[in-house]
């Protein structure tokens, strides 16, 4: 990562257990885990305890369709590493990597429901724009999506808007198709906490 | 607490922590890297491009702020600042789209 202390920060119970990880799950600690160790009281735990709020708690939303909204988010913001780890966790969750990736590859034509389809056509616009109207949400609503499943993706959005930022900035290493899938069901059984 | 106050609470809670929490910067540095506004010059290219093109943040964006005598403590501090105060502003705009939808004005 691009800064030092990002990956040689870490006091010697963190470091013992980044080598414990390593050992079981016979890949690299991903440096989006890394980040969230480092001097957690500052941004790391309150960072986890949203994600894992947007992404697993209580939502008319699956765990698979906001993994989507994670991994669609996540490629507009041009965030390679978070578009391979919500592309992989998406696909699993779904049981079906291929309808993730043709929502990835073209919205418009992807086999997924118009509420959904409209969702993410939102977080879209805001993510790009930086805005939206009232006419953007209407169209959300006219799609059968309620008022709360609204408010719980543009959680899921706030969550990746920063998290993809992180990852841009900071410069997070790409990890194998291997690593990501292995990553992708630590997620889907410990979620984000 | 219904579910979504529980998710506007956790945001908020990491908001605050980002902004008042301890830490190296000051916090008023911390409030322009969120704000994305009144940034110096050693900071403005990697605090802007953080912000609004993430994708194009250079290793010789962070060697200008070094150069210029931030930490990388402050400097991990004013970035994560930057994409939190970003995404706020997201999550703020799609919330007042939605309360202006419905009626409501209880969302925003």
Same mark, same amino acid.
């Given at each position: 990562?691009?800064?030092?202390?990002?990956?040689?920060?870490?006091?010697?119970?963190?470091?013992v257990?980044?080598?414990?990880?390593?050992?079981?799950?016979?890949?690299?600690?991903? =440096?989006?885990?890394?980040?969230?160790?480092?001097?957690?009281?500052?941004?790391?735990?309150? !960072?986890?305890?949203?994600t894992?709020?947007?992404?697993?708690?209580?939502?008319?939303?699956?765990?698979?369709?906001?993994?989507?909204?994670?991994?669609?988010?996540?490629?507009?913001?041009?965030?390679?590493?978070?578009?391979?780890?919500?592309?992989?966790?998406?696909?699993?969750?779904?049981?079906?990597?291929?309808?993730?990736?043709?929502?990835?590859? =073209?919205?418009?034509?992807?086999?997924?429901? =118009?509420?959904?389809?409209?969702?993410?056509?939102?977080?879209?616009?805001?993510?790009?724009?930086?805005?939206?109207?009232?006419?953007?949400?209407?169209?959300?609503?006219?799609?059968?999506?309620?008022?709360?499943?609204v408010?719980?993706?543009?959680?899921?959005?706030?969550?990746?808007?920063?998290?993809?930022?992180l990852?841009?900035?900071?410069?997070?290493?790409?990890?194998?198709?291997?690593a990501?899938?292995? *990553?992708?069901?630590?997620l889907?059984?410990?979620?984000?906490? | 607490?219904?579910?979504?106050?529980?998710?506007?609470? !956790?945001?908020?809670?990491?908001?605050?922590?980002?902004?008042?929490?301890?830490?190296?910067?000051?916090?008023?540095?911390?409030?322009?890297?969120?704000?994305?506004?009144?940034?110096?010059?050693?900071?403005?290219?990697?605090?802007?491009?953080?912000?609004?093109?993430?994708?194009?943040?250079?290793? !010789? =964006?962070?060697a200008?702020?070094?150069?210029?005598?931030?930490?990388?403590?402050?400097?991990?501090?004013?970035?994560?600042?930057?994409?939190?105060?970003?995404?706020?502003?997201?999550?703020?705009?799609?919330?007042?789209?939605?309360?202006?939808?419905?009626?409501? *004005?209880e969302?925003?």
């Amino acid at each position: 990562m691009r800064l030092d202390v990002l990956n040689r920060g870490y006091g010697p119970g963190t470091k013992v257990l980044f080598a414990l990880i390593r050992v079981f799950s016979g890949h690299p600690v991903p =440096d989006a885990a890394k980040l969230v160790f480092y001097r957690p009281g500052f941004y790391g735990a309150r !960072a986890k305890k949203f994600t894992h709020e947007a992404m697993r708690g209580p939502s008319a939303w699956s765990v698979a369709d906001r993994e989507l909204m994670a991994a669609f988010v996540s490629k507009v913001n041009e965030s390679a590493f978070c578009v391979g780890a919500h592309t992989a966790t998406a696909g699993q969750a779904y049981q079906d990597a291929a309808k993730v990736q043709a929502v990835l590859a =073209d919205l418009e034509s992807a086999p997924v429901e =118009d509420g959904l389809r409209a969702t993410l056509r939102m977080l879209g616009t805001l993510t790009r724009e930086g805005t939206v109207g009232a006419g953007d949400m209407r169209e959300v609503l006219s799609a059968g999506v309620s008022p709360q499943q609204v408010q719980d993706a543009l959680a899921v959005c706030a969550a990746f808007n920063t998290t993809d930022r992180l990852a841009n900035a900071f410069g997070f290493e790409l990890l194998s198709p291997e690593a990501f899938e292995a *990553g992708a069901k630590y997620l889907l059984k410990r979620g984000y906490r | 607490m219904p579910d979504e106050d529980k998710k506007r609470a !956790a945001h908020r809670a990491l908001v605050d922590g980002v902004l008042n929490g301890e830490g190296r910067a000051s916090a008023e540095q911390r409030a322009r890297a969120f704000g994305n506004a009144d940034i110096s010059p050693a900071l403005d290219a990697l605090i802007g491009k953080v912000a609004t093109r993430p994708a194009e943040v250079t290793d !010789a =964006d962070f060697a200008a702020a070094k150069a210029s005598g931030f930490s990388e403590d402050q400097l991990f501090e004013l970035v994560i600042c930057a994409a939190v105060g970003q995404s706020a502003r997201l999550y703020e705009a799609g919330l007042a789209a939605l309360a202006e939808a419905t009626g409501s *004005g209880e969302a925003g």
